[in-house]
């Protein structure tokens, strides 16, 4: 499979990741990279950088030779109303955003009310992915997710750091493969993201790959595949 973007990965400015940013635009460069992202952690989340950190993105150049840089967040999403932590007016500046569920931000509740958090989250067009949709540890209803990401059309993660088997996340291969199979049965197209806290990760997408594999993923829904693909659901070029 063409795998050509990650837009998925941290620096050390999430408080919990340890390269900076040239550092990973660098290595995204060696590696091939025709669009690379960083979202960084949103203000909520422990150890994060402020909401000016996202208000100063502007000064960034996002052009390295032939590759494309991408800044936005990580959002987290907070309630089941879907409200997350950075105000529009810092969301409408951004390439990008990944709204994701988060124990520090966010204590699991039943089925329904996670259920409800991402769909509502989703029902934001300021929110493009939604990150790692596998955790055991927020029970859903991955066919409404599934459906209501094609109704809002966000794009959902499939996300290697859940994958590998160090992952703290649970029950992630059985809820990715249901994820995808549903995604396939439903035409609903998803993102390979690295969630790269470290440089040698930047398009590690080994696991994801794997269990697309497995399942028989069509290629023509994974927007990894070509640049196009992505930009007809993030925020860059379309507010």
Do not use: W
């Not at 987290?76 to 500046?93: A, F, Q, S, Y």
């Not at 994801?208 to 070029?237: G, H, T």
């Amino acid at each position: 499979m063409r795998d050509i973007l990650d837009v998925h990965t941290h620096t050390l400015v999430s408080g919990h990741a340890y390269n900076t940013m040239m550092e990973m635009v660098q290595e995204a460069q060696k590696r091939g990279l025709e669009v690379f992202g960083i979202t960084e952690h949103a203000p909520q989340m422990p150890g994060t950088c402020h909401e000016f950190y996202f208000h100063n993105l502007k000064v960034v150049e996002r052009q390295y030779g032939d590759m494309e840089l991408l800044l936005g967040a990580e959002l987290n999403i907070m309630d089941d109303k879907g409200t997350v932590d950075l105000p529009e007016k810092e969301l409408k500046k951004m390439d990008l955003t990944i709204a994701s569920l988060h124990i520090p931000c966010i204590k699991p509740g039943s089925r329904d009310y996670n259920t409800e958090c991402v769909i509502q989250a989703m029902k934001n067009p300021l929110v493009n992915i939604i990150g790692h949709p596998d955790d055991g540890r927020y029970p859903m209803d991955l066919e409404a997710v599934v459906q209501a990401a094609k109704d809002t059309h966000t794009l959902l993660e499939i996300n290697n750091n859940s994958l590998n088997p160090r992952s703290f996340r649970q029950h992630t291969r059985e809820n990715d493969t249901e994820i995808l199979k549903l995604c396939k049965k439903y035409q609903t197209p998803v993102i390979m993201g690295s969630d790269a806290h470290f440089y040698t990760d930047i398009l590690n997408h080994c696991y994801a790959l794997e269990l697309m594999e497995e399942v028989d993923f069509p290629e023509e829904l994974v927007v990894n595949s070509q640049k196009e693909k992505l930009y007809a659901y993030i925020n860059k070029n379309s507010l």
